[in-house]
């Protein structure tokens, strides 16, 4: 199925003014005597929320929005189309949302759950919801309440609620692996770091840090790592020249070809001009 969502901002001068009348219009309905007590109930339950409505867009500077949901159902066949509508009618339904089919409407319907931003005028007005902005946050079909994977590392804790945040960043999920940090001095950016490394090397991750202060010097020692001091008068050099089976990306071949290109990139860099 496809769903779509559509926000309409409206104007809160507007708005306010519209549900003073309408506030002191209903008052007035329920002040009647010839009224039965089940239009007594559902006039009380319109005027309290006006009411609600008009104080959050007055005190908490709230918003009223226009919400309208479309949902466009597929199958292969009417019986599995019909079982399917059935099926997300009744979550709708139990989670308290109300739903209508776009009988002779289909054609719009379908047309607003495609990406052409159409909101057609022939069903807007049905499908139309008020919604204040704190309530079109939990519209948003991305926000995630918390960040949990299995075999990911304690990276802190959510502000919101305060759940763990535990992250693998090398899941096939995310785009890459890359993370920056930010932060004041004394903040622990270092800190931070350093235990970053130290967790990558419980889980067996290989690691490289480009250390020019030598401020992990020490973390190196204790993980029994490999350190390598490069400068002129080191012992540690590298072999521009060497050739390695792992230089090769995907989809590349011809190991000498390949190094002669780089090679010539990297003196390129050094000498400015070279033929």
Request: glycine share 6%.
């Amino acid at each position: 199925m496809n769903i779509s969502i559509f926000y309409e901002k409206q104007d809160s001068y507007k708005v306010i003014r519209e549900l003073t009348y309408h506030i002191g219009d209903v008052a007035a309905e329920i002040d009647e005597k010839n009224k039965n007590r089940q239009d007594i109930d559902i006039a009380t339950f319109t005027y309290n929320d006006a009411k609600y409505i008009r104080k959050e867009i007055q005190i908490n500077n709230e918003e009223l929005y226009f919400l309208y949901i479309y949902i466009t159902v597929y199958a292969n066949n009417l019986k599995e189309l019909n079982y399917t509508l059935n099926r997300i009618q009744g979550i709708l339904q139990s989670r308290g949302i109300q739903s209508r089919i776009a009988y002779y409407r289909q054609e719009d319907g379908f047309l607003s759950t495609l990406p052409f931003m159409i909101n057609s005028d022939k069903i807007n007005h049905i499908a139309r919801r008020n919604i204040l902005s704190n309530g079109i946050i939990a519209t948003y079909p991305f926000i995630s309440s918390n960040i949990f994977d299995q075999n990911g590392i304690y990276f802190g804790d959510n502000r919101e609620n305060n759940s763990l945040i535990v992250i693998d960043k090398y899941k096939e999920e995310y785009k890459n692996s890359n993370i920056c940090i930010f932060g004041t001095s004394g903040s622990g950016k270092s800190y931070f770091s350093k235990l970053q490394i130290v967790r990558n090397r419980i889980l067996g991750i290989d690691q490289y840090v480009i250390d020019p202060e030598r401020e992990y010097d020490f973390i190196c020692s204790q993980l029994d790592g490999v350190l390598l001091k490069i400068g002129p008068n080191s012992d540690t050099y590298l072999n521009v020249l060497e050739i390695r089976e792992s230089s090769l990306e995907d989809g590349e071949s011809g190991y000498l070809a390949n190094k002669i290109q780089k090679l010539f990139g990297f003196f390129e860099l050094i000498f400015r001009k070279f033929n």
